[in-house]
């Protein structure tokens, strides 16, 4: 049986070997079973806080009945103020990572934007033989042949006319891409124009 007695009257004169002996681990584990398994931790902190609160207020202590209440008082305070804390740095750190992300996509949409912007500005800036060329081959998707046909021109032609408006394209936008990755951009821009 605990001597609660004794432990106050030894408390209160600054020896808190007995204390520590008989009450600390019931605190301790008052304290973590407020905190749950994920906080248990930080147990420990919320105990030693409320004992140095109490220990530094023990001359406005008048009973030992006041002693155990601002005692268990004190760390369920001090636990409830971590688990808190914790819930508010989780909801913190969700809305921070939610919000990046929002972020990063705003910034990659604007970047598609720019790129879309030049890439339209660059077709539109293509002599009549060339845009046209553009919207046969990319817009309605068709074959080398069918244009050559379409346009009474040799397949020679169009393949050297295709050649020049994607080096046109990028001499406009100033990029030093292969023709693959360029072919790949302008895909995207038609299937974009068909879109929107």
Known sequence: MTDYKFIYSQFMMGRMEPFYKALYRRLLLYSANILGDRLSFLAEDCVQNAVLSIYMRRSEIVSIDQWRGWLITAVRNNSLMQLRSEQQRAKYEEYHIHTQEETEEIHLARIEQDVYTQLFT??????????????????????????????DIAEITVKKRKAKMLALIRQQLNLNIDETLLIILLNSASISILTH
Do not use: T, V, W
């Not at 046209?132 to 050559?148: H, P």
């Open 122 to 151: 660059a077709i539109d800036s293509l002599p009549d033989k060339y845009r046209e060329l553009f919207e046969l081959s990319f817009s309605k998707g068709l074959k080398n042949a069918e244009i050559a046909q379409l346009l």
